[in-house]
């Protein structure tokens, strides 16, 4: 991360975005990705590598405008060898550098393998790879994520598709304070006032997918991710005033009318 004199930006694998709103495309149709972009302003979209390699359903990459970065992820892994092999096709198909690391043994709760993770995120950094780890938010795996080579951790906020909302917020406001790398709040996030709330925390971006593509009016919802997202960050880099813990104290003098 790092500001300029004249804007917020994100910094993220050597590019700046000037958006922290980043699109998971798992449910995806034209609708969400245009809402996305449109509205959202999204500058990041992920993709799972195998819907850019079938000739018998359509193809994602031809609805994602070119002038938005790929995130290919590496949806199906489970283990870290599995992981490595498709985030090495994903660059031989074209999409870059960037990837997202996924791997899940778990077909109930579709929790993340922190250990798989940190053993990919090591090889595939060192192979030039921008790595992006989707974890569970534990603050020892996030630091091996880092000596690793992670560019960014990616906790969840709650379960996949669950739309709970912030269900780790303690682990990930430790993480934030923590761990010097951005993180990007991942899964869980159904609420607009739920990624302003994480992003006062800190946080660095949110990905969102499921909270807006089962929407009633998906470019509707897609506008009001953005604007909770820049009103969390405006927040954030104002400096959120003190919480008093007993007690109360006036904003007006308590002067005059209390006098017999």
């Not at 500058?43 to 359509?58: D, G, P």
């Not at 031989?92 to 996924?102: A, R, S, T, Y």
């Not at 090889?123 to 790879?129: D, P, Q, S």
Request: hydrophobic share 45%; aromatic share 6%.
């Amino acid at each position: 991360m790092e500001k300029t004199a004249l804007r917020d930006v994100f910094i993220l694998g050597g590019k700046a975005f000037s958006s922290r709103f980043i699109l998971g495309s798992g449910k995806y149709s034209m609708e969400l990705i245009r809402a996305a972009v449109e509205q959202a302003g999204a500058e990041i979209i992920t993709l799972a590598v195998r819907r850019t390699n079938t000739k018998e359903s359509e193809n994602i990459l031809d609805y994602i405008p070119e002038d938005v970065t790929l995130l290919p992820n590496t949806s199906g892994a489970r283990n870290a060898e599995e992981a490595i092999r498709i985030a090495r096709m994903s660059r031989e198909l074209g999409c870059g550098d960037f990837v997202k690391i996924e791997i899940m043994r778990d077909s109930k709760y579709l929790l993340p393998d922190n250990q798989e993770t940190v053993r990919a995120t090591e090889i595939l950094a060192k192979e030039g790879f921008v790595v992006l780890p989707y974890m569970y938010p534990d603050l020892y795996t996030a630091r091996d994520l880092a000596n690793a080579g992670a560019s960014a951790v990616m906790p969840l906020a709650a379960p996949i598709g669950s739309n709970k909302g912030l269900a780790t917020k303690e682990f990930l406001q430790i993480l934030i304070d923590e761990v010097d790398l951005p993180v990007i709040v991942d899964a869980g996030i159904g609420r607009p006032s739920q990624a302003c709330e994480v992003m006062e925390m800190g946080a660095a971006a949110v990905m969102a997918n499921t909270a807006i593509a089962t929407a009633g009016d998906i470019p509707a919802m897609a506008l009001a991710f953005r604007k909770a997202i820049e009103a969390g960050r405006s927040a954030y880099l104002a400096g959120l005033g003190r919480v008093l813990e007993r007690g109360a104290s006036a904003s007006d003098p308590l002067t005059g009318f209390l006098r017999d």
